[in-house]
Each structure stands twice: as structure tokens, then as C-alpha cells.
């Protein structure tokens, strides 16, 4: 199976990866964390793309196309994959389709999450993050039980600038933008399938599964 998972930040996209890894046993790519990656091991991409990304701006394509192509070139995709944060417009949609072509492969569907703006905007304002190991948290649903200590590691529980909501409204306004066009692009192809991300944790991997099947 190979999928690309769109959706808007707060709307559960590792949780749904989770799923879909553990139902057809395929790698989770995200360009953010492998570009994260190279940034940590200070190789030549990573120095390159550490600027843009200190900036919250897009690093350049060619940078990130090589990248995945490497990736989607190793023998652990030939089952499939699931590809996240890539692509993010649609010159990278078209460079996606290149790397597919030479791989001889194609997409089986795009899972696109959509979740009210609302419930996002409460998710992301709720949401906590420890400061020191990452666990994160949630005010309402998952608090850490002694305040503001996470129970992992006892670092400080803090809500990250970028959970506010102010800037959680832009960020969705930002991604909104960004995601419309390449939605369109696999619209007209017939692989978007929209995914209900609110219908709860219980029933979130029934509602994976409703619309995978079909995808094949
Ligand atoms: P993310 O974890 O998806 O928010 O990505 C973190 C940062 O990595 C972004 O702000 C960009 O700087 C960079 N990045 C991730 N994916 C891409 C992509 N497909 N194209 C360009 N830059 C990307």
C-alpha cells in the first residue's frame, strides 16, 4: 500500500499512521523528521536545511525530492509506505510522480484527515509537551499526573508557543493554502479519500479501515 497521509496539524496524523503501519507493516516517512535527522548527524543536507526550517519556511525542493527519493528507493518501501509532510506543493507532487515512475510504482490513495477547525483549535490549545523528552500531554484528556511534571522523566510540561491560539489559526490558515492544491491534483486522479479524524480513538482504526478498503 502506498499512501500519502495529508492532514492538518492537531488532526491525529501519527495516530492514524500508527494504524495504517501496524494493519499493512509498511515505514512511516516524514520528511520532517528525516530531514530533523540529518540536521542532528550535521551532514551536508542538514546543515543545508537547518536555516529554513529555524525559519519555519520550506527548504528548497530539489533538497527534499533528493531526499525522499533516496528513502523511497530503499528495499523496505517495496510493500509500500506511507509519506507524510511530503509532497507540500504541487511542483514536489510532480517530482513525487517522477521518483514513482522510475520506481516503477504508484500511489494507492492519498488519506486526507479532515477534522472541524474548531476541534483542532481545541486539541492544539490543550495539547503539552515536555520540555525536556517530548512526551506529549493533554490538559483535558491526558494530563501528566503530578502538574506541569512529565511522568517520564520528570522534565517540565509546557504548552510550546506555537499551541497558542492565535498562532494555531494561522498555522491552519498556512496549511489550508498549502494542502488545497496538491488535494485538487489527486482529486482529479481519484485517489483522495477524506478521513473522518473526530470520530474518537475507539473508533478512529475501524473508520482506517473503511477507507482503505477500496484503495487496492
Ligand atoms: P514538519 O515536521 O513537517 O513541520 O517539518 C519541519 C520543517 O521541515 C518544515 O518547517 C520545513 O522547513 C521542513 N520540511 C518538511 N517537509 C518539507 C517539504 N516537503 N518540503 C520542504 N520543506 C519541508
Redesign the pocket.
Known amino acids: 500500500m502506498r499512501i500519502v497521509l495529508l492532514g492538518p496539524p492537531g488532526s491525529g496524523k501519527g495516530t492514524v499512521a500508527n494504524i495504517l503501519i501496524e494493519t499493512y507493516n509498511i515505514p512511516h516517512i ?4 528525516l ?2 535527522e540529518e540536521v542532528a548527524k550535521g551532514t551536508e543536507i542538514g546543515k543545508f ?1 537547518k536555516p ?2 529555524d525559519r ?4 528548497p ?1 530539489e533538497v ?1 525530492t533528493r531526499m525522499v527519493e533516496g528513502r523511497l528507493s530503499r528495499s523496505d518501501c517495496e510493500k509500500g509506505f506511507i509519506l507524510d ?4 506543493n504541487p511542483a ?1 507532487a510532480k517530482s513525487l510522480d517522477e521518483i514513482l515512475r522510475q520506481l516503477n510504482m504508484s500511489l494507492d490513495c492519498i488519506l486526507n484527515i479532515v477534522v472541524p477547525d474548531d476541534e483542532l483549535i481545541r486539541r492544539l490549545t490543550t495539547r503539552r509537551i515536555c520540555s525536556n523528552c517530548g512526551a506529549i500531554y493533554n490538559t483535558l484528556t491526558k494530563p501528566p499526573k503530578k502538574e506541569e511534571v512529565c511522568d517520564l522523566c520528570g522534565g517540565k510540561v509546557i504548552q510550546r508557543d506555537d499551541d497558542k491560539e492565535e498562532v494555531i489559526r494561522n498555522r491552519l490558515e498556512v496549511y489550508k493554502k498549502q494542502a488545497k492544491p496538491i488535494i485538487e491534483l489527486y482529486r482529479k486522479r481519484g485517489l483522495v479519500r477524506n478521513l473522518k479524524g473526530d470520530v474518537g480513538l475507539q473508533a478512529l482504526p475501524a473508520e482506517v479501515k473503511k477507507m482503505m478498503e477500496g484503495s487496492k
Open positions: 516524514t520528511t520532517g523528521d530531514l530533523r536545511a529554513y526550517m519555519g519556511e520550506l527548504v525542493d527534499v509532510g511530503y509532497p507540500r514536489q
